[in-house]
């Protein structure tokens, strides 16, 4: 019998597919909700640093699989609704509420969404 | 004051309105399970810009309260060492003889917002290491060694008599 596993084999693999699918949903689950204590140190560090524009306080960052585990290939805000059934029009809404007296902004690149923070 | 409470009056209207939405949230969630992994249910406000605001000055002002301790400390009047060094004195010249301490305890979070232990405030705070100070003490006293040991919270200076 010979057979060879190569690197794609494994990551291709259904099994890690879905390991690495439920970990980024715990991911993006805290992304969601994120704490005070979390939040308190980059806002230090905006304040400190001179409480710059688009300063980002809470970022989800997540590397993409090549495909899902229902086989469909995504960026990563089609990812992020995979994952949780939300777009960031929620986030946006749920970060508004969170940080209601907060002038904020978000920053979307392709592997990362972040709440960032402004000047009031 | 009158900017914070116009905040804080902000915040419970945020507060209030999000609750009622949140009902509506609750009776889709009834609808669709997969939703519900991901509620938003019960996340009022968790930072305002005025908490952070006094959160921030209270570290701020208790690093420069730090700062002056610690710059009073590294420069004791002649009139006190003298008093510590007699009784050292006294007793015979026990060594190594505790004449100096402060405890210092760090806030929870830096200005910069870096959390940081006794010994890594101090050097935040001061640009210096513990040691770096032993020799500013044996400047004060020619011919004595001077070593420091420190705990959680505590920094302890004491003298040698060679």
């Not at chain 2, 830096?110 to 010994?119: E, M, T």
């Amino acid at each position: 019998m010979s057979y060879t596993i190569t690197l794609n084999d494994l990551v291709n693999n259904s099994n890690v597919v879905a390991v690495k699918e439920s970990g980024d949903r715990a991911s993006a689950r805290l992304f969601l909700n994120p704490s005070r204590d979390e939040v308190l140190k980059p806002l230090h560090q905006w304040i400190s640093s001179g409480s710059h524009e688009n300063y980002p306080i809470h970022t989800l960052q997540l590397a993409l699989p090549s495909t899902c585990s229902d086989s469909v290939q995504r960026n990563f805000p089609e990812y992020f609704t995979f994952l949780t059934n939300y777009g960031y029009e929620h986030v946006e809404s749920t970060m508004t509420v969170k940080f209601s007296t907060f002038n904020l902004s978000y920053l979307s690149t392709i592997s990362s969404f972040s709440v960032c923070v402004n000047p009031n | 004051m009158a900017g914070n409470l116009n905040e804080s009056m902000q915040a419970m209207r945020s507060t209030s309105l999000f609750y009622a939405n949140s009902t509506m949230v609750g009776q889709r969630l009834m609808a669709n399970t997969t939703i519900s992994r991901f509620s938003t249910i019960m996340n009022p406000v968790i930072l305002t810009v005025g908490e952070l605001s006094t959160i921030y000055s209270i570290n701020f002002l208790k690093e420069s309260q730090d700062r002056a301790i610690i710059n009073s400390f590294y420069a004791p009047t002649k009139e006190s060492l003298t008093e510590t060094l007699s009784t050292w004195a006294s007793l015979g010249f026990p060594n190594p003889y505790p004449f100096c301490k402060f405890t210092m305890n760090p806030p929870e979070l830096c200005s910069d917002g870096v959390k940081r232990d006794f010994f890594h405030y101090f050097r935040y705070l001061t640009g210096k290491k513990f040691e770096d100070y032993n020799a500013t003490f044996e400047a004060l006293m020619p011919g004595f060694v001077v070593i420091h040991h420190h705990t959680e919270n505590t920094l302890t200076y004491f003298v040698i008599k060679p």
